[in-house]
Every structure is written in C-alpha cells, then in structure tokens.
Nanobody, 121 residues
Framework: QVQLVESGGGLVQTGGSLRLSCAAS????????MAWYRQAPGKQRELVAA???????NYADSVKGRFRISRDNAQNTAYLQMNSLKPEDTAVYYC???????????????WGQGTQVTVSS
C-alpha cells in the first residue's frame, strides 16, 4: 500500500508565496516521476510541474519563472515552491507519483488527497 500526503496549502495574498510538500510512504521500491496538478472550480485538472528521478523538470507555461518543483529522493518527497502567486493560481493542488512497488515491481500511478491554495486579490 502506498500513500501520498500533501501539506502546505492555505490562503495567501497576491504576490505571496507558499510551499507545498508531498510525502510518499508505504511499499515503495522507487519513484520514477513526481508531479503537481491543480484543478480550479469548473475547470479540468492540469499539470503544473513535474520532476523525474534524474531531476529533469517541466512546467506549465502559466507558472514558469514563478514556481519551482524539487524532490528529495531519500525522503520520497516532492516540493512545489510557489512565488508571485496570482488569484488565477487558486485551485486544489494534487500530488501525483509514478511508483514502482517494493513487492510487485509494477509501475502504478498514485494521487494525493489534494490541498487547497487560495490567492486573494
């Protein structure tokens, strides 16, 4: 069993910063990629940022230069540093991880429960 637990969401003013964390735990052999998605009310879930085990990253155009994704492989944890936040960044942010199981050695996709980020104008 694998769990992803997110933390760090909250309410912040325009121009402020937040740091999200996503900790993976359970029967994990390795983690290929970790990513952050977000879903605003009435909109589809979208990829915000992703990072592979080797450190390669990619970002949505809307967050480039403002957000930074990182990971601690030893702790199976990913972070999303969000700076210069805008009201349009308001959404529920979800952590996603592509994990190889310790026992099965299968690759499975896991999601966290989501954390609310609200940016006030």
């Amino acid at each position: 069993q694998v769990q992803l637990v997110e933390s760090g969401g909250g309410l912040v003013q325009t121009g402020g910063s937040l740091r999200l964390s996503c900790a993976a735990s359970g029967s994990i052999f390795s983690i290929n990629a970790m990513a952050w998605y977000r879903q605003a009310p009435g909109k589809q879930r979208e990829l915000v940022a992703a990072i592979r085990s080797g450190g390669n990253t990619n970002y949505a155009d809307s967050v480039k230069g403002r957000f930074r994704i990182s990971r601690d492989n030893a702790q199976n944890t990913a972070y999303l540093q969000m700076n210069s936040l805008k009201p349009e960044d308001t959404a529920v942010y979800y952590c996603n991880a592509e994990i190889i199981g310790q026992v099965t050695r299968w690759v499975d996709d896991y999601w966290g429960q989501g954390t609310q980020v609200t940016v006030s104008s």
